[in-house]
């Protein structure tokens, strides 16, 4: 080095403060079980922004105490009524809750919800805030139940008498069998039924046709002499294995569409472990889209492909769409087949209202997160699966243990139950830049979400759109998910579907009391809110899987060709492949 070149000496304090945030994050992974894996930071803010407005509004606090007053007034008068109303919340459908004294107390918790409703929602307070303050007061609301008082339950003690205390000597059976699956023995009283993919679940024919770090490519084999000339390729939510859309054989969605007469693959996520740390949001759409979308391409001639998203894989699918269809589009895309068209089932673009996934996820919620995930370099399935339970405790925690603990009622398995144990992990990285990217920063819904050094846009997307929201989508709500429509300009197909997340999307033809509506948007047609999307919709009785069969066909080329199995030299295993089974116990 010459006298005259600068030297540039490190900044003596960085080692300092790299060491102060180490410590900090390991104190707060270790201290994170305490809080629940909540942040206390974001629980005090909203706390303390509740509790400051509500201190600086006199006059609304004078109301509430009114209307506090008030509910005592007509609590009082309806308890000398002769016949109290019944109460929509199913927890409360035993008649017992229907006479005294029991009646009035649920009654008395009605009112306190209903002033709780208005009392979280204060003049002044952050959207985000607001949200917290009602989400935690409805959580409290439901751990004082009258549901969950045991003996004090007028359905636990006609239980009690009919059988003598068995009910509560099986709870007792239960509570222990809990305890033994958390500290990972096996339980004493095994399910009567199991589901185990390759045996129960996940059971159509087919070959595991490619295989990279991240994933296993399926194709299933077909089941008729001919075949559409556009194969599918289904990327599902990397969150948990890949069969929900391969349950049982009478709702697998591959299935029946393989029956119909379309050549499907289907991604199987490898379950990642503490060496897969570092993989990234480009390391997934990389192996997990493009890799495997040049692999059909090989196998298939090159054909067009119809692309499908469910969930997270939507989102990454909607990515990996708006990336091909840029000018230039991805480094090696001369290489992919084209896309025929793309189907986003119940998969988010728009993240500025995620509903009540987004209740708990700030920046210092964020942060705890990726504490946690710096020790073991991933959120284990058991944390995310803690995660959906708190969200919706009055389901998952509270009337489920009043039914096994109290009423002696074993859960009884069925496929989805058994699926939605089978959870994956998420690698430190990956996680923490979807948490930033999509729900702190929405950068995909603006413009600005980068893949290969240059921000996509879903405006540049050109083939058909089918979009599947579900009326009672907790993870993605349909008015979320209905988005799309201001972040592109084709042809857009929009379906609403009753049920939930995963009911409303697993909706094989046949299953009852389903139904759904479908709007056209054609290019240049008006904006048309939510709301008053469905005055134009038209509406169809049963599954939502014959319509999108329908879109599929007609959007592709109309031709069909001799089923396609899968060539001999590329099988690498046989259907469910290998990364299913890896275990997802933490």
Known sequence: MTMDQPTLSPDPDQAARDAAQAFDSRFHAAMAPLWGGLSPISLALATTDWALHLATQPAQAALLAARAQQGVWQWWGDTLGQTPPDSPDPRFRHPGWRAWPWAPVVQAWHAAERWWDQATALRGMSAHHQEMARFFARQWLDMLSPANAGLANPEVLQRTAQRLGGNLLDGAAHALDDWRVAQGLAPLQPPTAQYRPGIEVAVTPGRVVHRNHLTELIQFLPLTASVQAEPVFIVPSWIMKYYILDLSPHNSMVRWLTEQGHTVYILSWRNPDESDALLDLHDYLEQGVLDNLAAIGRLCGGQPVHAAGYCLGGTLLSIAAAALARPGGVDGGAALPPLASVSLLAAETDFAEPGEMGVLIDESQVALIEDMMAQRGFLSGRQMAGSFAYLHSRELIWSHRMRALWLGEPDQPNDLMAWNADTTRMPAVMHSEYLRRCYLRNELAEGRFPVQGRPVSLGDIRQPIFVVGTEQDHVSPWKSVYKIHRLTDGELSFVLTNAGHNAGIVSEPGHPRRRHAL????????????????DGAERREG?????WHAWLTAHGSGHRVKARTPP???????APGTYVHQCHAD
């Open 568 to 574: 001999a030299q590329a099988v690498l295993a046989d």
């Open 543 to 547: 599954s939502w899987w014959p319509t």
């Open 519 to 534: 709007r056209l948007r054609r290019p240049g047609d008006a904006w048309v809110d939510p709301e008053h999307w469905a």
